[in-house]
């Protein structure tokens, strides 16, 4: 069965420094988000794409963060620098097209912040 | 106000017992619900996915949304302990491009 890929699994580094994640959606999946997911709370969306464009990044911090998705196929997440309330799980998912699909998860990045 | 409100539990029940988990919110325009199943440091899971209102069922898993209340429900039958995990309603507008709206998740743990 097709999976979202993510990695690292576990990162964890010092307020200040630069930071990224890598994440290889479902295969032939157009759409792809990065959702953040503090403890005790449900995932929030940072940004989505359309193959390589972006089509909401209303949420995402744009001083520190940054996504690409250059080839409209896996993606990397960066956030620089990192700051002690960034500490959270760091989300992919897929899904096939623009309308209401269903969403893959990937099994996420749990980022500590020191 | 959240848009959804989710009781964060934890809900615990005995084996073999109906779990019974639901969702408020407050935007009457959402159409597309759904409920995730997410273990511990995992990513979740879709178990269900509702268009509008009305019931599915999918094994021991039904779905409800009752758009006239803005709630929705999950029920669990026959509870079993892999069912142990945190749920996760969402849900989003018609023409919203996907974007979900999440509660922040009921745990749920199952007793042997």
């Known amino acids: 069965e097709a999976e979202v890929a993510q990695s690292p699994r576990y990162k964890i580094t010092e307020k200040s420094q630069a930071v990224a994640f890598w994440c290889d959606p479902i295969?032939?999946?157009?759409?792809l988000y990065w959702y953040r997911q503090i403890l005790g709370q449900g995932p929030e969306l940072l940004v989505q794409?359309?193959?390589?464009?972006?089509?909401?990044d209303s949420q995402l911090p744009k001083d520190r963060f940054s996504a690409e998705r250059l080839k409209g196929v896996d993606s990397t997440l960066k956030i620089q620098p990192a700051e002690l309330g960034d500490s959270a799980m760091y989300l992919c998912?897929?899904?096939?097209?623009?309308?209401?699909?269903?969403?893959?998860f990937g099994p996420g990045t749990r980022l500590l912040v020191l | 106000q959240k848009e959804v409100e989710q009781d964060p539990g934890p809900l615990s029940v005995p084996e073999g017992a109906i779990v019974s988990l639901n969702c408020t919110y407050s935007?009457?325009?959402?159409?597309?619900f759904m409920w995730y199943r997410q273990y511990s440091r995992k990513g979740p899971e879709l178990l269900m996915y509702?268009?509008?209102?009305g019931n599915k069922e999918d094994g021991r898993f039904t779905a409800q949304v009752d758009k006239s209340s803005k709630y929705i429900s999950l029920f669990i039958r026959d509870s079993q302990p892999s069912d142990s995990a945190t749920y996760l309603c969402?849900?989003?507008?018609?023409?919203?491009?996907?974007?979900?709206?999440f509660g922040a998740g009921t745990q749920v743990v199952v007793t042997p």
């Open positions: 998912a897929s899904s096939p097209g623009r309308f209401q699909e269903t969403q893959y």
């Open positions: 295969s032939g999946h157009a759409t």
């Open positions: 794409f359309q193959d390589e464009s972006v089509v909401d």
């Open positions: 935007n009457s325009a959402f159409q597309y």
């Open positions: 509702t268009y509008s209102s």
């Open positions: 969402a849900m989003s507008l018609t023409d919203s491009w996907g974007k979900f709206q």
